[in-house]
């Protein structure tokens, strides 16, 4: 359950005042579909950004899914088979006991394109876990492994970025977090901004593109986040990306190819869990 909270609090954490994307609708539908990776955001808990979500994977016909809910090995059990069957597909990824949002939800993406290859790029637990019991740019590294440079998690942020990106955590947290975890929340997101790169381009070289990534808002944003990482890595590959607000939130902050709005979720009050006095 608490997963499941913070992760639709990161998706809705970063509200602008003003829209920062010039691009017209269009151009930015434009750039969508002619992209060899696609980033399509979203916030996790709004089922109007997977139905967009869904509408745009069936006209961008991908030859590859990755998705940030999955593990490498879960990603491996799906078949155009099982994506035919939900209640199969649900039960063979043990998706409603992962902690993320009804697989209901999830499922038309999977339909939308049966015959895609799907690719998971979930950070495992005890990788996150095993962040800041040192220096955290030596742990990011070798919690990443292998190509954790192509990336750039061998170098320290720009201090602006670093400030703005710890601001964002506590606000996705809200307000809720000691101070000394915020460098290590910042650096989570970025290990996993890396793996979600290293994944959507481990599908491009094997399979040539389209390649669709579904992901929280937080992670597609092309200035900082999972699509300026996979342009670092390897620039001669084009990327685009969606970013997906709520109406009334303010447009997702990042540089996006195309912004879309829908109505906000019914939900709680997500923050009220964190005002709960803890017990001892």
Same mark, same amino acid.
């Given at each position: 359950?608490m997963?499941a909270?913070?992760l639709t609090?990161i998706?809705l954490?970063?509200?602008v005042?003003?829209?920062?994307n010039?691009?017209s609708p269009?151009?930015?539908t434009?750039a969508l579909m &002619? #992209?060899?990776v696609?980033? +399509?955001? /979203?916030?996790? *808990?709004?089922?109007?950004?997977?139905a !967009?979500?869904a509408e745009?994977?069936?006209q961008?016909?991908?030859?590859?899914?990755?998705?940030e809910?999955l593990?490498?090995e879960?990603?491996?059990?799906?078949?155009?088979?099982m994506?035919a069957?939900?209640?199969?597909l649900?039960?063979?990824?043990?998706?409603?006991g992962s902690?993320?949002?009804?697989?209901?939800?999830y499922?038309?993406i999977?339909?939308?394109?049966?015959?895609a290859?799907?690719y998971?790029?979930?950070?495992?637990?005890?990788?996150?876990?095993a962040?800041?019991?040192?220096?955290?740019k030596?742990?990011l590294?070798?919690?990443?492994?292998? &190509? #954790?440079g192509?990336?750039? +998690?061998? /170098?320290?942020l *720009?201090?602006?970025?670093d400030?703005? !990106?710890q601001?964002?955590?506590?606000?996705?947290?809200?307000?809720a977090?000691?101070?000394?975890?915020?460098?290590?929340?910042?650096?989570?997101?970025?290990?996993r901004?890396?793996?979600l790169?290293?994944?959507a381009?481990?599908?491009y070289?094997?399979?040539?593109?389209?390649?669709?990534?579904?992901t929280g808002?937080?992670?597609?944003?092309?200035?900082w986040?999972a699509?300026?990482?996979l342009?670092r890595?390897?620039g001669?590959?084009?990327?685009?990306?969606?970013?997906q607000g709520?109406?009334?939130?303010?447009?997702p902050?990042?540089?996006f190819?195309?912004?879309?709005?829908?109505?906000?979720?019914?939900?709680?009050?997500?923050?009220?869990?964190?005002r709960?006095?803890q017990s001892?």
């Amino acid at each position: 359950m608490m997963r499941a909270l913070a992760l639709t609090l990161i998706s809705l954490a970063a509200p602008v005042a003003a829209q920062q994307n010039p691009v017209s609708p269009q151009d930015g539908t434009s750039a969508l579909m &002619g #992209a060899d990776v696609v980033f +399509l955001g /979203e916030t996790h *808990d709004n089922p109007a950004h997977h139905a !967009r979500q869904a509408e745009l994977v069936a006209q961008i016909k991908p030859v590859a899914l990755v998705f940030e809910m999955l593990s490498p090995e879960q990603a491996a059990v799906v078949t155009p088979e099982m994506v035919a069957d939900e209640t199969a597909l649900e039960a063979a990824l043990g998706w409603n006991g992962s902690g993320w949002p009804e697989f209901s939800m999830y499922f038309p993406i999977f339909a939308a394109a049966p015959e895609a290859k799907v690719y998971g790029a979930e950070v495992p637990r005890e990788q996150t876990k095993a962040l800041g019991e040192g220096d955290l740019k030596s742990d990011l590294t070798r919690v990443f492994g292998p &190509g #954790a440079g192509f990336y750039g +998690l061998d /170098e320290p942020l *720009d201090p602006a970025e670093d400030a703005a !990106r710890q601001q964002l955590q506590m606000a996705a947290h809200c307000d809720a977090l000691p101070l000394e975890m915020l460098p290590v929340m910042v650096s989570i997101q970025r290990l996993r901004d890396a793996r979600l790169a290293e994944t959507a381009l481990e599908a491009y070289a094997n399979l040539g593109g389209p390649v669709v990534v579904i992901t929280g808002n937080g992670h597609a944003r092309k200035d900082w986040g999972a699509p300026a990482l996979l342009t670092r890595a390897a620039g001669e590959v084009s990327v685009a990306a969606l970013g997906q607000g709520e109406t009334g939130q303010g447009a997702p902050e990042g540089g996006f190819d195309l912004v879309e709005e829908s109505a906000p979720a019914e939900r709680d009050d997500p923050c009220e869990d964190f005002r709960m006095p803890q017990s001892n």
